[in-house]
T-cell receptor, first 113, second 113 residues
Framework: AQKVTQAQTEISVVEKEDVTLDCVYE???????LFWYKQPPSGELVFLIR??????QNEISGRYSWNFQKSTSSFNFTITASQVVDSAVYFC??????????FGSGTRLSVKP | DGGITQSPKYLFRKEGQNVTLSCEQN?????MYWYRQDPGQGLRLIYY???????QKGDIAEGYSVSREKKESFPLTVTSAQKNPTAFYLC????????????FGQGTRLTVV
């Protein structure tokens, strides 16, 4: 069975602080994909990143960076110098061979000015 | 522009009524999904379809039904058997062969009155 755990339910930071959102996944499969999505108040899910199980390289995109570690089954997301516009719910998701997508329960990030 | 369209955005239903949520995509994606999101919670899979005329139950299929008569369309019917249908419903699609991320519609907020 597959599972995604986002232990942080809510995080509150002050603007310009760095913040890391944790994601731990479970799967017995060796081929899988990991994703992060952002859900602003409008409700639509916005795709941020995809990583396949064979690519453990960390990635940086502007103020966003992702740390994928198979040894700990984690795929953590860091926002550097957070901004108020980063306030949203962030979801981590797992897909095994593109059969289904399993989502974590989400982390609500509040960035205060 | 290609994308996924869900309609309506808001829907009100009386108890005991069936209601159908529309999901249409023009991305030529083969797989489509329906998720339910309750306040403060993650996304739970209701049904998914990987090919026309075939679909599979997700984790919370009871009280719901779907059809996939066309590649572009994956409507979800919330039946009177669904005891607590008030929720936010999200439709998604992917191109499994190309290994894309899941593209989401803007969601339908269903309220039972």
């Amino acid at each position: 069975a597959q599972k995604v755990t986002q232990a942080q339910t809510e995080i509150s930071v002050v603007e310009k602080e760095d913040v890391t959102l944790d994601c731990v996944y479970e799967t017995r499969d060796t081929t899988y994909y990991l994703f992060w999505y952002k859900q602003p108040p409008s409700g639509e899910l916005v795709f941020l990143i995809r990583r396949n199980s064979f690519d453990e390289q960390n990635e940086i995109s502007g103020r966003y960076s992702w740390n994928f570690q198979k040894s700990t089954s984690s795929f953590n997301f860091t926002i550097t110098a957070s901004q108020v516009v980063d306030s949203a719910v962030y979801f981590c998701a797992l897909s095994v061979r593109y059969s289904t997508f399993i989502f974590g329960s989400g982390t609500r990030l509040s960035v205060k000015p | 522009d290609g994308g996924i369209t869900q309609s309506p955005k808001y829907l009100f239903r009386k108890e005991g009524q069936n209601v159908t949520l529309s999901c249409e995509q023009n991305l030529n994606h083969d797989a489509m999904y329906w998720y339910r999101q309750d306040p403060g919670q993650g996304l739970r899979l209701i049904y998914y379809s990987q090919i026309v005329n075939d679909f599979q139950k997700g984790d919370i299929a009871e009280g719901y039904s779907v059809s996939r008569e066309k590649k572009e369309s994956f409507p979800l019917t919330v039946t009177s058997a669904q005891k607590n249908p008030t929720a936010f419903y999200l439709c998604a699609s992917i191109n499994r062969a190309q290994g894309t991320e899941a593209f989401f519609g803007q969601g339908t907020r269903l309220t039972v009155v």
